[in-house]
């Protein structure tokens, strides 16, 4: 990375020197009183994501940000009395209609969501998360990992698209829940550490799957809340904050959207 290229300093990377002092955001909850407990910030999890020993495709699979999602939503509907972790091994392993087996780089929201939706999934407790350390997938699972019998599977209902750079179908769909969504990313937000971001430089890398989980205003800048999957190390405590309301790429803020899409 080229620590001379000058960063727009709405946000703030890793490499940079200079000490900022955030200033109050008007960051908006979810509303407190569709939640059992505290926060929805505080209610999710950020769960770091790696597939098949290899970080860039951390940034075009699907499987873990989806699961998270699928476990953030179903928490904040009270289908779960708490949270559940979901099993995204279980669809690494038993996906081979689509193209979310066998840590695919095509995976894309869309696919990991169909599976949810069509066939189902385990809790994580049962089926735990292997091919980050293995770099490998195995068979379908007939058993638990300690022999016991697999539990009924979860499904999903069913998915609206949000999308279509309506702003206001976005905020509507973030009072029932949580919106899945893949994003398009540049080189620039693996450096993001903290503040709304914005794309400055850097090559384009691929899809991630990521997760809205709000939207607000810092001195007059607009941005969503964006969970991501990168672990707690990385950015806002595992959230970064992505401008809205302007379009660099064809897709409103400085973020393409692709299938952002919410659960009923």
């Known amino acids: 990375?080229?620590?001379?290229?000058?960063?727009?300093?709405?946000?703030?990377?890793?490499?940079?020197?200079?000490?900022?002092?955030?200033?109050?955001?008007?960051?908006?909850?979810?509303?407190?009183?569709?939640?059992?407990?505290g926060s929805w910030v505080q209610m999710n999890q950020v769960v770091a994501m790696q597939c098949c020993l290899n970080w860039v495709i951390?940034?075009?699979?699907?499987?873990?940000?989806?699961?998270?999602t699928f476990s953030d939503f179903r928490c904040f509907q009270g289908k779960d009395s708490e949270r559940v972790?979901?099993?995204?091994?279980?669809q690494l392993n038993c996906d081979t209609d689509s193209r979310c087996s066998n840590c695919?780089?095509?995976?894309?929201?869309?696919?990991?969501?169909?599976?949810?939706?069509?066939?189902?999934?385990?809790?994580?407790?049962?089926?735990?998360?292997?091919?980050?350390?293995?770099?490998?997938?195995g068979k379908c699972p007939t058993t638990c990992d300690d022999g016991s019998k697999l539990p009924e599977l979860v499904k999903a209902k069913e998915l609206v698209d949000v999308c279509h750079n309506d702003e206001e179908l976005i905020k509507e769909a973030l009072i029932n829940g949580p919106v899945s969504t893949a994003i398009w990313l540049s080189e620039?937000?693996?450096?993001?550490?903290?503040?709304?971001?914005?794309?400055?430089y850097g090559k384009d890398i691929g899809w991630s799957s990521c997760e809205f989980v709000g939207y607000g205003e810092e001195n007059g800048?607009?941005?969503?809340?964006?969970?991501?999957?990168?672990?707690?190390?990385?950015?806002?405590?595992?959230?970064?904050?992505?401008?809205?309301?302007?379009?660099?790429?064809g897709g409103e803020s400085e973020i393409e959207y692709e299938c952002c899409q919410a659960i009923v």
Request: with cysteine.
């Open 1 to 37: 990375m080229n620590n001379n290229i000058p960063l727009n300093q709405t946000f703030k990377t890793k490499s940079s020197k200079t000490k900022q002092t955030s200033p109050k955001s008007s960051f908006q909850f979810l509303p407190r009183k569709r939640l059992t407990t």
């Open 221 to 249: 800048v607009k941005f969503w809340k964006v969970k991501n999957v990168w672990g707690r190390e990385w950015g806002e405590n595992g959230y970064f904050r992505v401008l809205r309301g302007s379009s660099d790429y």
């Open 85 to 90: 972790e979901y099993s995204p091994q279980y």
């Open 58 to 68: 951390v940034v075009i699979s699907a499987q873990v940000s989806v699961m998270n």
């Open 188 to 200: 620039d937000l693996y450096y993001y550490e903290s503040g709304i971001y914005q794309h400055v």
């Open 104 to 137: 695919n780089q095509q995976c894309v929201t869309y696919w990991a969501w169909l599976f949810l939706i069509e066939v189902g999934t385990v809790p994580a407790s049962c089926i735990s998360y292997k091919s980050g350390q293995t770099g490998k997938t």
